[in-house]
């Protein structure tokens, strides 16, 4: 057998998001329309986790003529003091260093979807280009980047009236293979969110030609009414969703139940916004106590032949 030289010259060290722009469907999953929206979808969550630790209660999507999408909160803002460690803004850590984010420890989310501290910079590396505006601190700030490198270090614009963050970015032609958004695609995720998330208010606006719209999602009800939405064509066997939410170990669980009519089940589960298509432990724990309580109340009832 042939031997092949293997040195210390054939080890290649990505610095960066470079890795992320050499392999980006590792990231998102691919370069086509599941990856263009997943971009989307990151940002979103980082607004959504803002309202989870109660510091939100407004997101807004625009979808603009040029591709390019604008995401916007009324949260806490990135902070952009300086870590000390990098020498660097966390502003900028956050938008150009992978694995560097607000939910790997410490108090500042309890509760978090998407990447985790991988999001917002990996749609910085895949995006033509980005831009991100920041108001916190009395003042409003502002960075931009090409392809995940910073072209406007972080300046401040001037004074804030409140908080939040804004990120506008246009997707990498170089990097995927479709660059228009479906606005249903992207409305369908924001209505799900807004179901998930009672009290938040999430927008959704297009601003393209021939296709200018804009809808609002509010679910005070919460799950209730996501379970009410899911059966808005069945006829429902009882009128008022079964719902209830609690905590235990420090997990939260929030169910909400209607049966109606017809013969084919519908179970949905999610994890911190994510859904679990493939189901996992909460969901076999939810079915065996439902069909437990069911069997105990029904002999307790003696509803069923001996």
Partial sequence: MAETAYTAKDITVLEGLEPVRLRPGMYIGSTGPRGLHHLVYEVVDNAVDEA??????????VLHPDNSVTVTDRGAGIPVDVIEEQG?????VV???????????????????????VGVSVVNALSERLEVVVDRDGNRHRMAFVRGKTVKKLEVLGKARGTGTMV???PDPEIFTVLEFHYTTLADRLRQLAFLNKGISITIKDER????????????????????????????LHAKPISFSATKD???VDLALQYEDGYNENTFTFVNNI??????????????ALTRTIND???????LKK
């Fill in 297 to 303: 109340v029904a002999k307790r009832r003696d509803f």
């Fill in 168 to 170: 506008r970015f246009k």
């Fill in 275 to 288: 859904n679990t298509h493939e189901g996992g432990t909460h969901l076999t724990g939810f079915k065996s």
């Fill in 95 to 117: 938008l150009t260093k992978l694995h560097a984010g607000g939910k790997f420890g410490g108090e500042g989310y309890k509760v978090s979807g998407g990447l985790h501290g």
């Fill in 88 to 92: 660097l803004s966390a502003l900028t």
């Fill in 52 to 61: 989870l630790a109660g510091r939100n209660d407004y997101v807004e999507v």
């Fill in 250 to 252: 420090d997990v939260e």
């Fill in 209 to 236: 030609e021939d296709q200018k719209k804009q809808e609002t999602f509010l679910a005070k009800g919460g799950l209730t009414e996501f379970v009410q939405w899911l059966n808005r064509n069945k006829k429902a």
